[in-house]
């Protein structure tokens, strides 16, 4: 990405969200000491990324956050933000099922997404949504594990950007090619928490549908010179709200016509 004029020490800040990482040690927000623009944050979340593949991390793609209207009236903001995907936090689901360690994070909460494998790249200053769909090799069910190094969630947009969009980790059900052949805007998803309904979700939560959200990825991502590559999966942003978890829960998501996913936290 370019280099822009920033008004903080970038990789100070970077190494002190990396140790909260590693030690779970939340920390304050940074817009209360450090005066965090927006442009700031994102380099200072690119920072961080360099810190982690130094050590060994690596990217398997993107994520995508404040895709809900609400949560962008909150956050004072007319458009998402997004993150890298670290491989670290992918939790592979067996059979429909994964136990994630708790321990692994500061205050989790999850969210029900539906995720893109694209297939070829996909960069531009204009991408449609239907040139994602037509880039996307498979789709499928996903839980996102949104975690905030920034203590007790205060966080301002500035916050969740610079804390890579507030990544946590995520799981993803079996891949689907018939899902590209579906209305993503009216699709449905459940999330039951032990053994009860808490969200009930459609796909036009996530800006108006997942594939807009895709869209609007790949334009930003354009704009600094960076493009969707084959291979890369995104998480498009949560159909509903997101929901905390704590040790021994157990969360099922269920989407029309897909089959159920089963994440326990152990």
Known sequence: MPEQQVSVDVRALAQCLDDAWENRAPIAPLTESDGLTVEDAYAVQSAWTELRLGKGEGIVGRKIGLTSKGMQEQMGVDEPDYGSLWASRYFPAKGGRVELPTDTFVEPRLEGEIAFLIGRPLSGPSVTPQEVLAATEALAVAVEVVDSRVVDWRIKLADTIA?????G???????????????????GMLIHHNGSTVV????????????????????????F?????????????????????????????EAHGQPPLTVAFG
């Open 225 to 253: 010179g960076v493009a969707l590559a084959p291979g890369d999966f995104v998480l498009s942003g949560s159909l509903g709200r997101a929901v905390p978890a704590n040790r021994g829960d157990i969360f099922v998501l």
């Open 163 to 167: 804390d890579n969009a507030s990544y």
């Open 169 to 187: 980790g995520f799981v993803l059900g079996p891949w689907s090619r018939s899902l590209r052949q579906e209305d993503l805007r009216t699709l």
């Open 200 to 223: 009930e979700g459609v796909g036009a939560a996530a800006l108006g549908g997942p594939a807009r959200a895709v869209a609007w990825l790949a334009r930003k991502l354009h704009s």
